[in-house]
Nanobody
């Protein structure tokens, strides 16, 4: 079993910054890929960033140049640094972890990010 706990969401003005954190616990050795999705009201869930173990991070076109994902393997934690935030970034952000070995995907509880204009 893997548990993911997210933090760092909040309310910011356009142009501001936030850093989201996602800490994994449990059977963390089964985790390969970690990343972030987001879902705005009335819209489908969108992949924001993903980072395979030992690989490079990939980003959605809508956030390239503004968001940066990092991964601290020693702390079993991933981060999403969000700069130059726009109102359209407003969404619930979900951390995920995927295990190739088990075929399971684990999800954080979600953290609300609201960007005001």
């Amino acid at each position: 079993q893997v548990q993911l706990v997210e933090s760092g969401g909040g309310l910011v003005q356009a142009g501001g910054s936030l850093r989201l954190s996602c800490a994994a616990s449990g059977n963390i050795f089964s985790i390969n890929t970690m990343g972030w999705y987001r879902q705005a009201p009335g819209k489908q869930r969108e992949l924001v960033a993903t980072s395979p173990s030992g690989g490079m991070s990939n980003y959605a076109d809508s956030v390239k140049g503004r968001f940066t994902m990092s991964r601290d393997n020693a702390k079993n934690t991933v981060y999403l640094q969000m700069n130059s935030l726009k109102p359209e970034d407003t969404a619930v952000y979900y951390c995920y972890a995927f295990s190739v070995l088990s075929g399971n995907t684990y999800w954080g509880q979600g953290t609300q990010v609201t960007v005001s204009s």
